[in-house]
T-cell receptor
Framework: AQKVTQAQTEISVVEKEDVTLDCVYE???????LFWYKQPPSGELVFLIR??????QNEISGRYSWNFQKSTSSFNFTITASQVVDSAVYFC???????????FGTGTSLTVIP | DAGVIQSPRHEVTEMGQEVTLRCKPI?????LFWYRQTMMRGLELLIY????????DSGMPEDRFSAKMPNASFSTLKIQPSEPRDSAVYFC??????????????FGEGSRLTVL
């Protein structure tokens, strides 16, 4: 079974629209870590955020915000007022306390149309 | 501090040839990971090391693949002999434990391998 599911394969939005990228995870550990990474067309993987399982506070960083809900095992990512530079593939990832593996979702390809 | 450094950035080779990909992790990071990314399979973990010791190599596709980490600042991923289906982008990443916490992965820019 997939430990991290990103059901949205591709999303297209028009510039300035808000967009939410979904991430659902599965783990039996009580301590775990969730991450979002961005992969722009240039190919590198850029770290965006890390969350540990004990911190359910939502986080906002500029136009980016993250909604962590343990009750639904979700860690969704919202981009407000999207820009063309936000076009990229976004990956959600999980790392469990047992072991140090990182489990990546299949990614969501976001295209922001000018 | 420099990030994770991978070489070569691009490699084109013919089927049957040996390929060696190299990685220098961030200084002080005690975990090193090798990932492969393809359109069909996404990001796959091949192997990871902790303090230069391979911990989990269950993702290594077959015996043609091998990875080493002779010291804390260098790792190699070798494919011998290479096959066209090995064509992919290979990423190296490193991380550190931060007390009881798992640190984030820092990725290199990747090595794009094309096997003809």
């Amino acid at each position: 079974a997939q430990k991290v599911t990103q059901a949205q394969t591709e999303i297209s939005v028009v510039e300035k629209e808000d967009v939410t990228l979904d991430c659902v995870y599965e783990t039996r550990d009580t301590t775990y870590y969730l991450f979002w990474y961005k992969q722009p067309p240039s190919g590198e993987l850029v770290f965006l955020i890390r969350r540990n399982s004990f911190d359910e506070q939502n986080e906002i960083s500029g136009r980016y915000s993250w909604n962590f809900q343990k009750s639904t095992s979700s860690f969704n990512f919202t981009i407000t007022a999207s820009q063309v530079v936000d076009s990229a593939v976004y990956f959600c990832a999980l790392s469990e306390e047992t072991g140090n593996q990182f489990y990546f979702g299949t990614g969501t390809s976001l295209t922001v149309i000018p | 501090d420099a990030g994770v450094i991978q070489s070569p950035r691009h490699e084109v080779t013919e089927m049957g040839q040996e390929v060696t990909l190299r990685c220098k992790p961030i200084s002080g990071h005690d975990y090193l990971f090798w990932y492969r990314q393809t359109m069909m399979r996404g990001l796959e973990l091949l192997i990871y090391f902790n303090n230069n010791v391979p911990i989990d190599d269950s993702g290594m596709p077959e015996d043609r693949f091998s990875a080493k980490m002779p010291n804390a600042s260098f790792s190699t991923l070798k494919i011998q002999p290479s096959e066209p289906r090995d064509s992919a982008v290979y990423f190296c990443a490193s991380s550190e434990r931060q007390g009881e916490n798992t640190g984030e992965l820092f990725f290199g820019e990747g090595s794009r391998l094309t096997v003809l």
